[in-house]
């Protein structure tokens, strides 16, 4: 297992929040806190045969493990890495007939391993007092399928309540895999980064060197602050934010950005400050002059979009506003005809930022992109690019009075506030989306603009080593190096769980 904390922090604990990390000097900005190997991993299932199952990487060749047919590996290096750990999995594969559960794939090495006599797991937290009547049951049913997928032998070395104990400290400490482009494609334990706790508004990030995670520093951090990361996705509105932590890790956050008051400046109607993403991710547009206008507070709202809880337009007519209740809606299910009809209903009512706005944006991208459909696809993913700089940046009294979103080029970043730093990889990401769509339309000049911001973003979120910068600098070059680094594949939003979308 590699060194985890290799920049200066130290580990504290209080009584409110467990464990900390603080830094003992100062950390800069895009500096790696920490690095670590998995002590268990494995891949979705829809990743089995996409993926080497050790280093978690694509490769045009994969080679299936001669037992199981299920497993597969990029090399024979890999693969006899990997054996240790697949070894006692593959006789439960080929004894189960229906595949397992990544959940209980996962489980099964950490049991295999050495489970909670396991010296890496032993402090970890497991909140088993916390667990809920519904979530019991889903924990019965994982345990279940854990049973057969063990095998007697196996199980001989646990009673009932270990593997309950087990089960929860793996669900409260385990992390997503992802690649450089934010695509999920499994899970592992981390047991020592594990240690950093949760904001919304985090001064780092979660990026992954193949199958190693890496804690960067998404701001400066100075002597005596606590690192941090967003455990969940940070463009959830803050009451759904709340309750996926509540349910997973069993906590209720208290962080600046949940906590904090309104920042609306009513006279301009320009939103900054701890929380003013989630007023951007509520917002509403004014039916008469199209502006933005924001709840007047949160922090009491699960939606923010009652009528009457809005601040004012300057236009004048924000009293009468009505604003559209929008239904959470599975967009991946959705057709691109259904998914654009979905997003003329939005526009009516809801600000470019607004959450659902979002989503969709994210999701008729991908469509564009899975039916070829290039400038369209350009287009969406513009204009999602230009409603997350807002949420990194803020809105200022001139881009609040804008009624629809820019499609024209991005420009540079101004400072960037702590509170907008959750969204920085996210941000990243789309605009090398962006960069590529263009240079792919035969837009060089657009594309070398748009992949220099790219690379400022994704410096910071995946450092200079990573496949996604490590490129040339000249204008031309950079739109070629756009095409070369970033493939044709499709970058996508984090927390999907989708296959892999190709141009």
């Given at each position: 297992?590699?060194?985890?904390?290799?920049?200066?922090?130290?580990?504290?604990?209080?009584?409110?929040?467990?464990?900390?990390?603080?830094?003992?000097?100062?950390?800069p900005s895009g500096a790696v806190l920490?690095?670590?190997?998995?002590?268990?991993?494995?891949?979705?299932?829809?990743?089995?045969?996409?993926?080497?199952?050790?280093?978690i990487q694509e490769a045009a060749s994969?080679?299936?493990?001669?037992?199981?047919?299920?497993?597969?590996?990029?090399?024979?290096?890999?693969?006899?890495?990997?054996?240790?750990?697949?070894?006692?999995?593959?006789?439960?594969?080929?004894?189960?007939?229906?595949?397992?559960?990544?959940?209980?794939?996962?489980?099964?090495?950490?049991?295999?391993?050495?489970?909670?006599?396991?010296?890496?797991?032993?402090?970890?937290?497991?909140?088993?007092?916390?667990?809920?009547?519904?979530?019991?049951?889903?924990?019965?049913?994982?345990?279940?399928?854990?049973?057969?997928?063990?095998?007697?032998?196996?199980?001989?070395?646990?009673?009932?309540?270990?593997?309950?104990?087990?089960?929860?400290?793996?669900?409260?400490?385990?992390?997503?895999?992802?690649?450089?482009?934010?695509?999920?494609?499994?899970?592992?334990?981390?047991?020592?980064?594990?240690?950093?706790?949760?904001?919304?508004?985090?001064?780092?990030?979660?990026?992954?060197?193949?199958?190693?995670?890496?804690?960067?520093?998404?701001?400066?951090?100075?002597?005596?602050?606590?690192?941090?990361?967003?455990?969940?996705?940070?463009?959830?509105?803050?009451?759904?934010?709340?309750?996926?932590?509540?349910?997973?890790?069993?906590?209720?956050?208290?962080?600046?950005?949940?906590?904090?008051?309104?920042?609306?400046?009513?006279?301009?109607?320009?939103?900054?400050?701890?929380?003013?993403?989630?007023?951007?991710?509520?917002?509403?547009?004014?039916?008469?002059?199209?502006?933005?206008?924001?709840?007047?507070?949160?922090?009491?709202?699960?939606?923010?979009?009652?009528?009457?809880?809005?601040?004012?337009?300057?236009?004048?007519?924000?009293?009468?506003?009505?604003?559209?209740?929008?239904?959470?809606?599975?967009?991946?299910?959705?057709?691109?005809?259904?998914?654009?009809?979905?997003?003329?209903?939005?526009?009516?009512?809801?600000?470019?930022?607004?959450?659902?706005?979002?989503?969709?944006?994210?999701?008729?991208?991908?469509?564009?992109?899975?039916?070829?459909?290039?400038?369209?696809?350009?287009?969406?993913?513009?204009?999602?690019?230009?409603?997350?700089?807002?949420?990194?940046?803020?809105?200022?009294?001139?881009?609040?009075?804008?009624?629809?979103?820019?499609?024209?080029?991005?420009?540079?970043?101004?400072?960037?506030?702590?509170?907008?730093?959750?969204?920085?990889?996210?941000?990243?990401?789309?605009?090398?989306?962006?960069?590529?769509?263009?240079?792919?339309?035969?837009?060089?000049?657009?594309?070398?603009?748009?992949?220099?911001?790219?690379?400022?973003?994704?410096?910071?979120?995946?450092?200079?080593?990573?496949?996604?910068?490590?490129?040339?600098?000249?204008?031309?070059?950079?739109?070629?190096?756009?095409?070369?680094?970033?493939?044709?594949?499709?970058?996508?939003?984090?927390?999907?769980?989708?296959?892999?979308?190709?141009?």
């Open positions: 297992m590699t060194d985890a904390w290799i920049a200066p922090v130290r580990i504290s604990k209080d009584d409110k929040k467990g464990r900390r990390v603080i830094a003992i000097s100062d950390i920490g690095r670590e190997d998995p002590f268990a991993h494995v891949l979705q299932t829809s990743e089995l045969s996409n993926r080497c199952h050790e280093c994969l080679q299936r493990c001669s037992r199981c047919k299920t497993v597969r590996y990029c090399s024979r290096r890999c693969q006899k890495q990997g054996w240790r750990a697949h070894k006692a999995e593959c006789d439960s594969i080929q004894r189960v007939p229906t595949s397992a559960p990544w959940q209980v794939r996962l489980l099964a090495r950490v049991a295999r391993q050495g489970g909670l006599q396991a010296a890496p797991l032993q402090t970890l937290v497991h909140h088993q007092e916390c667990v809920t009547r519904d979530l019991h049951v889903e924990h019965v049913q994982l345990l279940t399928l854990l049973h057969d997928f063990l095998g007697s032998e196996d199980q001989g070395n646990y009673s009932a309540s270990d593997m309950i104990t087990m089960l929860c400290r793996v669900s409260c400490n385990s992390f997503g895999l992802y690649n450089d482009e934010l695509r999920s494609c499994g899970a592992g334990m981390f047991p020592l980064l594990a240690m950093i706790n949760h904001s919304c508004s985090p001064n780092c990030c979660a990026v992954f060197r193949g199958r190693t995670l890496e804690i960067r520093a998404l701001q400066p951090i100075l002597p005596g602050q606590e690192a941090t990361i967003c455990y969940v996705d940070p463009l959830l509105p803050r009451a759904e934010r709340r309750t996926a932590l509540r349910k997973q890790y069993f906590f209720e956050c208290q962080c600046n950005r949940c906590e904090a008051g309104c920042p609306t400046d009513v006279a301009t109607n320009a939103v900054a400050g701890d929380a003013h993403q989630d007023y951007l991710l509520q917002a509403a547009r004014c039916p008469t002059c199209g502006s933005a206008v924001f709840p007047l507070d949160v922090t009491n709202s699960d939606t923010g979009t009652a009528a009457g809880l809005f601040t004012p337009c300057t236009c004048g007519n924000g009293d009468a506003l009505a604003p559209l209740q929008p239904a959470s809606v599975d967009v991946k299910s959705q057709s691109v005809a259904q998914l654009k009809s979905l997003l003329e209903q939005y526009n009516q009512g809801l600000y470019a930022t607004h959450a659902r706005v979002v989503a969709l944006l994210m999701a008729l991208t991908d469509a564009h992109v899975d039916a070829h459909e290039w400038a369209p696809a350009l287009h969406t993913a513009t204009r999602l690019a230009h409603a997350l700089r807002r949420l990194v940046c803020g809105l200022s009294a001139a881009d609040a009075r804008a009624p629809t979103p820019p499609d024209g080029p991005l420009p540079p970043l101004p400072a960037i506030t702590l509170s907008g730093s959750a969204f920085l990889p996210i941000y990243g990401v789309e605009l090398a989306r962006v960069a590529k769509l263009q240079h792919y339309l035969a837009q060089p000049a657009a594309a070398a603009h748009t992949f220099r911001e790219a690379i400022t973003v994704l410096s910071r979120t995946h450092g200079s080593q990573s496949t996604l910068v490590s490129v040339p600098t000249a204008p031309r070059e950079i739109a070629e190096a756009a095409r070369r680094s970033f493939g044709w594949a499709a970058l996508a939003c984090p927390k999907k769980l989708d296959a892999l979308h190709t141009c």
